[in-house]
């Protein structure tokens, strides 16, 4: 359907954004070093299952994780509500460095969670894109600019890669390889357009 914001794509009451099949964005890591993790005003946002998840894990990852994280662990828990109301993960204390961050000396910051072979939080593998629960129950998936990551954009053109298709794992794990495929088909049928 094509409305003010462009066209939204629905797929199974899950509405997408052209921006999702229309971006180009392939992750630069080179470039931005995992500034993702330790940039912005909150943590990243959580699914409400995924603090028991990271607690159950927590005694494998804590090990890569600075004091300073570990310390926001034990001040806040697993996670912390943001300004907006959100379940988020929590920050290191006077920074908006995500606990879960590791650093392994090069200047890099990974995530402790994903070094460990455990499952990182959902809104993390699907940046850029972000998840917006509806009033009425649906979900609605948008994608996020944000300056940090101007290098992947940039990437993403130059290798002809849209956000759709970088994110084709974490969007199959999230919502279907089914979804995924309809997410495919449309795209192409509107880049035909």
């Not at 392939?26 to 940039?39: L, R, S």
């Not at 806040?76 to 000396?105: I, Y």
């Amino acid at each position: 359907m094509k409305g003010e914001f462009g066209t939204i794509i629905e797929i199974d009451g899950i509405l997408v954004s052209e921006d999702v099949v229309d971006d180009f964005f392939a992750c630069d890591y080179e470039v931005c070093k995992g500034a993702c993790c330790i940039e912005g005003d909150s943590g990243a946002p959580l699914e409400e299952y995924e603090p028991i998840s990271l607690e159950r894990d927590y005694p494998v990852f804590s090990p890569l994780m600075t004091d300073r994280g570990r310390k926001a662990v034990d001040a806040k828990g697993f996670f912390e509500v943001d300004r907006d109301g959100d379940m988020v993960t929590p920050l290191s204390e006077g920074s908006c460095e995500c606990a879960f961050c590791h650093f392994p000396g090069d200047g890099s910051c990974l995530c402790a969670i994903e070094k460990t072979g455990r499952v990182k939080p959902v809104s993390c593998s699907l940046y850029p894109v972000r998840v917006t629960r509806l009033t009425g129950g649906g979900l609605a998936l948008n994608v996020h600019h944000w300056s940090i990551c101007k290098p992947a954009f940039d990437k993403g053109r130059r290798e002809g890669v849209r956000v759709y298709q970088f994110l084709r794992k974490p969007l199959s794990e999230r919502f279907g390889e089914e979804f995924w495929n309809a997410l495919d088909a449309a795209a192409k049928h509107l880049h035909q357009a």
